[in-house]
């Protein structure tokens, strides 16, 4: 088990009614597209070790998805060249860390994921539903990328019992509403019992929690941008966790509460 944590949670997705209800989607400032925060040190030193160890688990790409993923990093690049905290010279990016990503080295996708803290996801428009064709995701939680992978929304999201066909429709047409110059933003909360950051899990396979032991509030802050060229959306997934103490009241016990509505399992 390993704890990487922030000091605090930027914003309590629960306590507000547009990000509570689903699907929750709410408009993103581009410039706010990616986020560098206090745990960026340890949180890219844990997904280096994750692309060297468990790359099969990690790292899943479709030939097809190819030019999108260049287009992704293309992107990156260029929402970073202005960022502080990074510097580019010769091919290559200093991060914040003081790691240096030489760009060619490796596989777009891969390369655009160790430069930014979020997950990266790309979701492919076939006929007339979005399904996963590429990511790298070294942070799930309580899922399983390779499970996963070339499935649809609806397949993406089995067996979450609040993901009926209506919110399936419903994300399906905000998908479409997407437009590159106006990404789209939503947000999600779990109580854990294991701060860890990298908790894959299969649909067969149940999260144990312990309700006596220590508990952390982990939350995603998720963006959806429409790459201009391919077309794909892009869904970046920014992951917090802290020690449920440092969730300050009342957001804390309206977590709880929700919690227990919805078992051990968590609230998503």
């Given at each position: 088990?390993?704890?990487?944590?922030q000091?605090?949670?930027?914003?309590?997705?629960?306590?507000?009614?547009?990000?509570?209800?689903?699907?929750?989607?709410?408009?993103?400032?581009?410039?706010?597209?990616?986020?560098?925060?206090?745990a960026?040190g340890?949180?890219?030193?844990?997904?280096e070790?994750?692309?060297?160890?468990?790359?099969?688990?990690?790292?899943?790409?479709?030939?097809?998805?190819?030019?999108?993923?260049?287009?992704?990093?293309?992107?990156?690049?260029?929402?970073?060249?202005?960022a502080?905290g990074?510097?580019?010279?010769?091919?290559?990016?200093?991060?914040?860390?003081?790691?240096?990503?030489?760009?060619?080295?490796?596989?777009?996708?891969?390369?655009?994921?160790?430069?930014?803290?979020?997950?990266?996801?790309?979701?492919?428009?076939?006929?007339?539903?979005?399904?996963?064709?590429?990511?790298?995701?070294?942070?799930?939680?309580?899922?399983?990328?390779?499970?996963k992978?070339?499935?649809?929304?609806?397949?993406?999201?089995?067996?979450?019992?609040?993901y009926?066909?209506?919110?399936?429709?419903?994300?399906?047409?905000?998908?479409?509403?997407?437009?590159?110059?106006?990404?789209?933003?939503?947000?999600?909360?779990?109580?854990?019992?294991?701060?860890?950051?990298?908790?894959?899990?299969?649909?067969?396979?149940?999260?144990?929690?312990?309700?006596?032991g220590?508990?952390?509030?982990?939350?995603?802050?998720?963006?959806?941008?429409?790459?201009?060229?391919?077309?794909?959306?892009?869904?970046?997934?920014?992951t917090?966790?802290?020690?449920?103490?440092?969730?300050?009241?009342?957001?804390?016990?309206?977590?709880?509460?929700?919690?227990?509505?919805?078992?051990?399992?968590?609230?998503?």
């Open positions: 088990m390993r704890e990487i944590c000091d605090k949670l930027p914003f309590y997705p629960w306590m507000e009614e547009k990000l509570r209800r689903l699907p929750g989607m709410q408009v993103m400032d581009p410039a706010d597209w990616l986020v560098v925060d206090e960026y340890p949180q890219m030193t844990y997904r070790e994750l692309l060297a160890e468990r790359r099969d688990q990690v790292y899943q790409m479709s030939d097809a998805a190819t030019p999108a993923a260049e287009e992704v990093l293309a992107a990156i690049l260029a929402s970073l060249a202005v502080p990074y510097a580019f010279s010769d091919g290559a990016v200093t991060c914040p860390d003081g790691r240096v990503v030489r760009i060619a080295d490796g596989p777009p996708l891969v390369q655009a994921a160790r430069l930014v803290q979020e997950d990266l996801v790309l979701m492919e428009k076939r006929g007339a539903e979005y399904a996963l064709s590429g990511a790298v995701l070294c942070f799930p939680a309580s899922w399983s990328l390779a499970e992978f070339n499935r649809g929304l609806i397949g993406i999201h089995q067996p979450v019992e609040d009926d066909d209506d919110i399936a429709r419903r994300v399906g047409r905000m998908f479409d509403l997407i437009k590159p110059e106006r990404p789209m933003w939503r947000a999600n909360a779990l109580v854990y019992g294991n701060p860890d950051l990298h908790q894959p899990r299969r649909e067969d396979a149940r999260r144990k929690t312990d309700p006596t220590c508990l952390w509030a982990r939350i995603e802050r998720q963006g959806l941008r429409r790459l201009a060229n391919t077309g794909v959306v892009v869904f970046t997934i920014h917090y966790v802290v020690p449920l103490e440092a969730v300050p009241e009342p957001a804390r016990g309206k977590l709880l509460e929700r919690r227990q509505s919805f078992g051990l399992a968590g609230l998503a």
